[in-house]
């Protein structure tokens, strides 16, 4: 079943615009990660945040977490065009041991206009 | 430092024919490695992962099968291809010095089956 729901599906904004995005998952987790992916490439892990973490910052990332609500989100400050790609949520959930297994949301795609 | 190689990039494969994608891990050991499938506009599904050499697990029942003939690699296969194989198929590893659970994606894979 899949474990992580995205929202906005899509989001448009001008360059210098903050950009939110929002994770929500079913299960206990581990951690909750983002990632970034570019057109036709690979995943680029931007941020790790843990259970027991409620805020975490990465240059003009910022996470956080709500364990009560099983939600977490994506806030990208000053926004470049460079920014421009999709963005998925993973959570890694209790129980997943030493696999490291992630289940993945269905991703955000973030257009940046310049 | 640690590298991922992924192969080849783009594939075009008629129905029927079998499939090997390979996928090796440098500047590591005894990595985790995982194999998703990314349908276009989706998100990642897990197909294999594998804790070490010979150890091959499962998520999704489906026309493929993986092995880890190695510590450090990682092969997808098929014996024969179906139209529903076409997709971005990534690999994937964790297991590194900065945190265990992120994962360091390769390239990826652009399969098309005619």
């Known amino acids: 079943s899949q474990q992580g729901e995205e929202d906005p599906q899509a989001l448009s904004i001008q360059e210098g615009e903050n950009a939110t995005m929002n994770c929500s998952y079913k299960?206990?987790?581990?951690?909750l990660q983002w990632y970034r992916q570019n057109s036709g490439r690979g995943l680029v892990h931007l941020i790790l945040i843990r259970s027991n973490e409620r805020e975490k910052h990465s240059g003009r990332l910022r996470v956080t977490l709500d364990t009560s609500k099983k939600s977490s989100s994506l806030l990208i400050t000053a926004s470049r065009a460079a920014d421009t790609a999709s963005y998925f949520c993973?959570?890694?959930?209790?129980?997943?041991?030493?696999?490291?297994?992630?289940?993945f949301g269905q991703g955000t795609t973030l257009q940046v206009k310049p | 430092s640690q590298t991922i190689h992924q192969w080849p990039a783009t594939l075009v494969q008629p129905v029927g024919s079998p499939l090997s994608l390979e996928c090796t891990v440098e500047?590591?050991?005894?990595?985790?490695l995982y194999w998703y499938r990314q349908a276009a506009g989706r998100g990642l599904q897990l197909l294999f992962y594998s804790v070490g050499i010979g150890q091959i697990s499962s998520e999704v029942p489906q026309n493929l099968s993986a092995s880890r003939p190695q510590d450090r690699q990682f092969i997808l296969s098929s014996k024969k291809l179906l139209l529903s194989d076409s997709g971005f198929y990534l690999c994937a590893w964790s297991g590194g010095p900065r945190d265990p659970y992120e994962q360091y994606f390769g390239p990826g894979t652009r399969l098309t089956v005619t």
């Open positions: 993973a959570s890694s959930t209790r129980g997943s041991g030493n696999t490291g297994k992630l289940i």
């Open positions: 500047g590591t050991s005894n990595p985790n």
């Open positions: 299960t206990s987790i581990n951690n």
